[in-house]
């Protein structure tokens, strides 16, 4: 079997859908990083997924805080679901995610130590994608005639993903699992396809409402966030397949009743995955992630996290 005709079987196409799955860890300020995030799904597919991630590092405060030797442990389950539809006759697709965090700050404050923990619902994920060029919304058949006919392929596509405010919020505190505020993140991003190898390239915008009622009835504003992420694929025959990422975020200095916070973002992401096939509609993926600031103000943490994934 050449390698051509590995990428266009049908069993392949299933594993792609599934492999789609990603239960994305958030770090603490909004950027993610996400493999195979243009890969297209065949219409007829729903893909259930289900997560769990454990993050743990360092955070950096503004100084005026007053907040020393301050760290964190997170433990994420989350639920997502993905439904590809026709628009026109091009493929978009719906995602919707659903996380449930569990979260322990400890530190120190004015010098005394202190600590607090968190245990709810975060902010759930909407998002709706467009892919502009590559296949059109086809079945399991097209898409694999599609490949055979194009082996060598690119893809490019936009989204939109809204954040609402539905997770657990405290107006009296200063560490909450939701952001209690809308978050839109319009999206553009390609990938190129060539026998088993996949390169990916990806552009976000972060755009932030006020948090009108912050900390002591308070507002906070926030700049939009510039972020790049960009990986690099290799498939398998056994249908596994292996993936290292980069990704960098700049900007989002916020201020509170109009004054600056000069807590602009510059952060680097890095992460390595791994997915294979458990049952011929199921398929597990583990993640490592790195996030490493820059700035005096941000968070260095590592995550591990695994998620399963069903086709129906």
């Given at each position: 079997?050449?390698?051509?005709?590995?990428?266009?079987?049908?069993?392949?196409?299933?594993?792609?859908?599934?492999?789609?799955?990603?239960?994305?860890?958030?770090t603490l300020?909004?950027?993610?990083?996400?493999?195979?995030?243009w890969?297209?799904?065949?219409?007829g597919?729903?893909?259930?997924?289900?997560?769990?991630?454990?993050?743990?590092?360092?955070?950096?405060?503004?100084?005026?805080?007053?907040?020393?030797?301050?760290?964190?442990?997170?433990?994420?389950?989350?639920?997502?679901?993905?439904?590809p539809?026709?628009?026109?006759?091009?493929?978009?697709r719906?995602?919707?995610?659903i996380?449930?965090?569990?979260?322990?700050?400890?530190?120190?404050?004015?010098?005394?130590?202190?600590?607090i923990?968190?245990?709810?619902?975060a902010d759930?994920i909407?998002?709706?994608?467009?892919?502009?060029?590559g296949?059109?919304?086809?079945?399991s058949?097209g898409?694999?005639e599609?490949?055979a006919?194009?082996?060598?392929?690119?893809?490019?596509?936009?989204?939109?993903?809204v954040?609402?405010?539905?997770?657990?919020?405290?107006?009296?505190?200063?560490?909450?699992?939701?952001?209690?505020?809308?978050?839109?993140?319009p999206?553009?991003g390609?990938?190129?396809?060539?026998?088993?190898?996949?390169?990916?390239?990806?552009?976000?915008?972060?755009?932030?409402?006020?948090?009108?009622?912050?900390?002591?009835?308070?507002?906070?504003?926030?700049?939009?966030?510039?972020?790049?992420?960009?990986?690099?694929i290799r498939?398998?025959?056994?249908?596994m397949?292996?993936?290292?990422?980069?990704?960098?975020?700049?900007?989002?200095?916020?201020s509170?009743?109009?004054i600056?916070?000069?807590?602009?973002?510059?952060?680097?992401?890095?992460e390595?995955?791994?997915?294979f096939?458990?049952?011929?509609?199921?398929?597990?993926?583990?993640t490592?992630?790195?996030?490493?600031?820059?700035?005096?103000?941000?968070?260095?943490?590592?995550?591990?996290a695994?998620?399963?994934?069903?086709?129906?």
């Amino acid at each position: 079997m050449t390698n051509q005709n590995f990428l266009v079987t049908k069993s392949t196409i299933v594993l792609v859908c599934m492999a789609c799955f990603l239960m994305t860890f958030k770090t603490l300020y909004a950027q993610d990083i996400e493999p195979r995030r243009w890969t297209p799904m065949p219409l007829g597919v729903h893909v259930l997924g289900l997560g769990y991630g454990y993050q743990a590092g360092t955070l950096y405060f503004d100084p005026t805080l007053q907040i020393e030797n301050a760290s964190v442990d997170v433990n994420l389950i989350g639920l997502q679901y993905f439904q590809p539809f026709k628009l026109g006759n091009k493929l978009a697709r719906l995602d919707v995610k659903i996380p449930y965090l569990s979260a322990h700050w400890d530190g120190l404050l004015a010098g005394n130590p202190e600590s607090i923990s968190r245990h709810g619902f975060a902010d759930p994920i909407l998002r709706m994608s467009l892919n502009l060029i590559g296949p059109d919304a086809f079945d399991s058949k097209g898409i694999k005639e599609y490949y055979a006919a194009n082996p060598v392929n690119t893809i490019f596509g936009v989204s939109l993903a809204v954040t609402f405010p539905f997770g657990q919020y405290y107006s009296d505190k200063l560490l909450n699992l939701g952001q209690n505020r809308f978050v839109f993140r319009p999206q553009m991003g390609m990938v190129h396809n060539w026998g088993l190898w996949s390169y990916e390239l990806t552009t976000s915008v972060y755009i932030f409402t006020n948090n009108n009622n912050f900390y002591n009835n308070q507002t906070r504003r926030q700049d939009p966030l510039f972020a790049v992420q960009t990986h690099l694929i290799r498939q398998f025959k056994n249908r596994m397949w292996t993936s290292i990422s980069a990704g960098y975020g700049v900007a989002g200095e916020s201020s509170i009743n109009n004054i600056e916070k000069k807590d602009n973002r510059s952060d680097i992401l890095g992460e390595v995955a791994l997915g294979f096939p458990l049952f011929k509609k199921q398929a597990v993926k583990v993640t490592y992630l790195r996030t490493q600031t820059f700035n005096d103000i941000g968070s260095d943490t590592n995550t591990f996290a695994m998620g399963w994934s069903l086709v129906f």
